[in-house]
T-cell receptor, first 107, second 113 residues
Framework: KNEVEQSPQNLTAQEGEFITINCSYS?????LHWLQQHPGGGIVSLFM???GKKKHGRLIATINIQEKHSSLHITASHPRDSAVYICAVAGADGLTFGKGTHLIIQP | DAGVIQSPRHEVTEMGQEVTLRCKPI?????LFWYRQTMMRGLELLIY????????DSGMPEDRFSAKMPNASFSTLKIQPSEPRDSAVYFC???????????FGPGTRLTVL
């Protein structure tokens, strides 16, 4: 079974800071998802990627298949970015989730 | 489109009762996923369907759990009999194809007393 590790578990930063959240996995995958869970509980899919890099607004996601590692970056962070960010990998045994990174952006 | 619709949003029941959770995926999406989220275990995939057919139910915790998708616009997750340890938020998600972006419903918060 794939082991998915996220770091850090918790992150508090000031508005405007550049944020990086990391995700590592143990077994080869077909795709990796980054999800955002709002304080109210709703889940939004941010990215699905299998190679390279994707950008959407202030969010950037990268993946290194050889290193089995992905990063999610937030530029010019804002309090509304405060949420739990969850990495999920799609492999032979289905979808495996990380425990999430709880991000708080203070004004 | 209204997005993925789940009902009920909240369910409180007593141990031993049957619980049925419902999901309407986004029209045209061929894949439907059921997830469970708890504080202890985080998000877990329970089962997913492709074109109404269950593809992988290895995440279903035990025989008390069953899921059906009688047509492309409706799926149910049933727990019978329910137990307090089943208390969790259950999410349904759909996607156009298996590895595509998934769209999540608002979830059903289940409390079993």
């Amino acid at each position: 079974k794939n082991e998915v590790e996220q770091s850090p578990q918790n992150l508090t930063a000031q508005e405007g800071e550049f944020i990086t959240i990391n995700c590592s996995y143990s077994v080869g995958i077909s795709a990796l998802h980054w999800l955002q869970q709002h304080p109210g509980g709703g889940i939004v899919s941010l990215f699905m990627l299998s190679s390279g890099k994707k950008k959407h607004g202030r969010l950037i996601a990268t993946i290194n298949i050889q290193e089995k590692h992905s990063s999610l970056h937030i530029t010019a962070s804002h309090p509304r970015d405060s949420a739990v960010y969850i990495c999920a990998v799609a492999g032979a045994d289905g979808l495996t989730f990380g425990k999430g990174t709880h991000l708080i952006i203070q004004p | 489109d209204a997005g993925v619709i789940q009902s009920p949003r909240h369910e409180v029941t007593e141990m031993g009762q049957e619980v049925t959770l419902r999901c309407k995926p986004i029209s045209g999406h061929d894949y439907l996923f059921w997830y469970r989220q708890t504080m202890m275990r985080g998000l877990e995939l329970l089962i997913y369907f492709n074109n109404n057919v269950p593809i992988d139910d290895s995440g279903m915790p035990e025989d008390r759990f069953s899921a059906k998708m009688p047509n492309a616009s409706f799926s149910t997750l049933k727990i019978q009999p329910s137990e307090p340890r089943d208390s969790a938020v259950y999410f349904c998600a759909s996607s156009l194809w298996g590895a595509d972006t998934q769209y999540f419903g608002p979830g059903t918060r289940l409390t079993v007393l």
